[in-house]
């Protein structure tokens, strides 16, 4: 089952808003991911994390790696349609835990 | 394109069948690893493979097996199939053991 609680469930946000979005977990992981899958498609890799504090950027995506290893964040800036979708959250420390996933509909 | 592909995209069958999915890795990926996804669900880990050898079990269910072939190829075969068992299954591979995984397309399996 799943060990990340990741939030908020969905969002509904209109064109040119910023979006954030985080996954928390009781366990401590090694890496953190985000992911970004389109309905009927694979998830396709956002953004990677390998280091305790480390924040990162993906164009207008920003992620950071919590301090306690617990939790991750993802930040999407002046969101555009093409960023509807379901976001997720990935936590790998031998296998790899998925959260629920964030869905995000955006209104032009 | 992440460089997995799947095979089928998509399967239709009946209840009691067997089917078999497969996947191509990343080349110079030695991991494999399969996820099954339900309708509006999250992904659930069934199963890792590396370099031919059964690494990490997730919830897979005894009805399901897979291998993984010394071309680094794998295999997911699903047996005596019920109407719950109709969902996405993803393949994903990554080059060694705990590294990032890329996601192949998914079949997509409806149990009639």
């Known amino acids: 089952g799943q060990q990340l609680n990741q939030s908020p469930q969905s969002m509904f946000i209109q064109e040119g808003e910023d979006v954030s979005m985080n996954c928390t977990s009781s366990?401590?992981?090694?890496?953190w991911l985000w992911y970004k899958q389109d309905p009927g498609e694979g998830p396709v890799l956002l953004i990677a994390l390998y280091k305790a504090g480390e924040l990162t950027s993906n164009g207008r995506l920003t992620a950071q790696f919590g301090i306690t290893r617990k939790d991750s964040f993802l930040n999407i800036s002046a969101s555009i349609p093409s960023d509807v979708g379901i976001y997720f959250c990935a936590g790998q420390r031998v296998d790899m835990r998925f959260g629920a996933g964030t869905r995000l509909t955006v209104k032009p | 394109d992440s460089g997995v592909t799947q095979t089928p995209k998509h399967l239709i069958t009946a209840t009691g069948q067997r089917v078999t999915l497969r996947c191509s890795p990343r080349?110079?990926?030695?991991?494999v690893y399969w996820y099954q996804q339900s309708l509006d669900q999250g992904l659930q880990f069934l199963i890792q493979y590396y370099n031919g050898e059964e690494r990490a079990k997730g919830n897979i269910l005894e009805r399901f097996s897979a291998q993984q072939f010394p071309d680094l190829h794998s295999e997911l075969n699903l047996s005596s199939l019920e109407l719950g068992d109709s969902a996405l299954y993803f393949c994903?591979?990554?080059?060694?053991?705990?590294?990032?995984?890329?996601f192949g397309p998914g079949t997509r399996l409806l149990v009639l």
């Open positions: 366990s401590i992981f090694n890496t």
């Open positions: 994903a591979s990554s080059p060694g053991r705990e590294e990032t995984q890329y």
């Open positions: 080349s110079g990926d030695l991991s």
